[in-house]
């Protein structure tokens, strides 16, 4: 079992910047985990946001987050990040971090594991 825990959330002004953190409690994270970062605003469906391969760190991003966001990993700390920058209102959610072991995930029923969510919001 995976169990993961975002943090980092909080209320930053547009152009700002946050970083996410996920980590992993239970089983880490083995050469086959997939991870991924979603986001869910109010009165819309959940979105990918972006995902990396545990083991060798490929990533891919929505259109809408790239050139602002990167994803990363720390294999040692068993963790998983989000950089965001130039953070916009339209950016405000609620982020959650996902595990799978499927291929090349991009809907939320591809992943099998959930964390909680943390809210970011985005306004002067």
């Known amino acids: 079992q995976v169990q993961l825990v975002e943090s980092g959330g909080g209320l930053v002004q547009p152009g700002g910047s946050l970083r996410l953190s996920c980590a992993s409690s239970g089983r880490t994270f083995s050469s086959t985990y997939v991870m991924g970062w979603f986001r869910q605003a109010p009165g819309k469906e959940r979105e990918f946001v972006a995902r990396?391969?545990?083991?060798?760190?490929?990533?891919y991003y929505a259109d809408f987050v790239k050139g602002r966001f990167t994803i990363s990993r720390d294999n040692a700390k068993n963790t998983l990040y989000l950089q965001m920058n130039s953070l916009k209102p339209e950016d405000t959610a609620v982020y959650y971090c996902?595990?799978?072991?499927?291929?090349?995930?991009?809907?939320?029923?591809?992943?099998?594991?959930w964390g909680q969510g943390t809210q970011v919001t985005v306004s002067s």
């Open positions: 990396v391969t545990w083991r060798i760190g490929s990533t």
């Open positions: 996902a595990a799978t072991r499927t291929l090349m995930p991009t809907a939320t029923t591809d992943y099998d594991y």
